[in-house]
């Protein structure tokens, strides 16, 4: 009998695959991505930071150009699928509760934030039918986040992401930790965590995250006790990925060897995939740069070599020259690009066949 994914459970809501695609910013999941990866059945995510065209603007706009941009991709994410929609909130952003109250406005499925504890996400969702789901590296976190949340809002996460440091983007771990490969594996983390969150009279699901790539991956995780994943760097790989051709071939041309890590402007390591623009920053060139619009709280313009916004949305709209490429550490092993459908089928037959 062919083996079939098991179903993932958050509150009300069922998702098989028990698949959440993993939010990629700047302007990499959008409303494409996202909708065509909710009508497989999985979770589509929308990644929250900097949609609007912000570049120029003075701080006083760049609040409400993103808030109508995210907006946006809600409304057309939905018009696509009747699929489950939801929305990946960096805690970082100086925006944050706007989006957030924003996402709870238009009636998302979920929220997903990291980049810092969420530790008041709850008071900005009045939608009560809303998922709210942190993202964590350790079981501290969440230990930190389910008290703070039980005591100040009643609530406990409907789920939690506990993500490795085999992720792409920006990494919640020690730069030099990162680059020497003695962080905690993701194994020991869900491990931990499980026990943890199953300690609860409802127990909280557990997603794993950070480096899965394939269908014996998700049955390897699913048997540590995870009740799913998030996948990010497949999904970049896709016809419907929102980012430029460009940026998704930077995927199918990279080696191994680089993915390289490297100390970014906001304060944590994050994984690329080496270009020019990157080997110039490792050298300590600069890009002088003043700042409109100040998007994340934890980065000083008069400080910072570059600005990693614009970094970000050259290379998502294909100038890569004037940028970098996030990506996961198995991003080497993508070789060609699919639609969502054919992914997802793809990723079936493997967890079938591990």
Same mark, same amino acid.
């Given at each position: 009998m062919k083996k079939k994914f098991p179903l993932l459970h958050i509150g009300d809501l069922t998702v098989n695959p028990p698949i959440i695609q993993g939010g990629m910013g700047v302007r990499v999941?959008?409303?494409?991505?996202?909708?065509a990866v909710a009508n497989e059945g999985c979770v589509g995510i929308i990644a929250g930071v900097g949609l609007g065209k912000f570049e120029n603007l003075p701080r006083s706009e760049y609040e409400s150009v993103n808030r109508e941009a995210l907006k946006t991709e809600i409304r057309k994410a939905k018009s696509m699928s009747k699929g489950i929609i939801g929305v990946n909130l960096l805690v970082a952003l100086s925006d944050y509760e706007s989006l957030a109250k924003t996402a709870s406005d238009e009636g998302v499925d979920i929220i997903i934030s990291g980049a810092g504890l969420p530790l008041e996400l709850p008071k900005y969702v009045t939608n009560?039918?809303?998922?709210?789901?942190?993202?964590?590296?350790?079981?501290?976190?969440?230990?930190?986040?389910?008290s703070k949340w039980k005591r100040n809002f009643d609530k406990l996460p409907d789920a939690v992401i506990v993500e490795g440091a085999k992720a792409g983007g920006h990494i919640g771990y020690d730069y030099q930790e990162v680059v020497d490969g003695t962080t905690s594996s993701l194994d020991e983390l869900i491990s931990e965590v499980v026990k943890y969150a199953n300690s609860f009279e409802s127990p909280i699901p557990v997603i794993a995250a950070g480096g899965i790539f394939d269908g014996s991956d998700i049955d390897h995780f699913l048997?540590?006790?995870?009740?799913? #994943?998030?996948?990010?760097?497949?999904? #970049?790989?896709?016809?419907?990925?929102?980012?430029?051709?460009?940026?998704?071939?930077a995927y199918l041309a990279a080696e191994k060897e680089d993915l390289v890590i490297i100390k970014s402007p906001v304060g944590l390591p994050g994984r690329v995939i080496r270009n020019r623009f990157v080997e110039d920053i490792k050298k300590g060139k600069t890009t002088p740069t003043s700042c409109n619009y100040r998007c994340l709280r934890t980065c000083n313009p008069k400080e910072a070599p570059y600005c990693i916004a614009k970094a970000l949305t050259n290379a998502a709209e294909g100038h890569l020259e004037e940028g970098y490429v996030f990506?996961?550490?198995?991003?080497?092993?993508?070789?060609?690009?699919?639609? #969502?459908?054919?992914?997802?089928?793809?990723?079936?037959?493997?967890y079938a066949q591990s």
């Open positions: 999941s959008r409303s494409g991505l996202a909708a009560r039918n809303i998922k709210l789901i942190p993202i964590i590296s350790s079981v501290r976190a969440l230990k930190i986040i389910c048997k540590l006790g995870a009740s799913g #994943v998030q996948m990010g760097t497949r999904f #970049v790989c896709t016809d419907e990925c929102d980012a430029h051709e460009n940026f998704k071939k990506a996961g550490s198995n991003a080497y092993r993508c070789n060609e690009i699919v639609s #969502v459908k054919k992914l997802i089928a793809d990723l079936a037959h493997e």
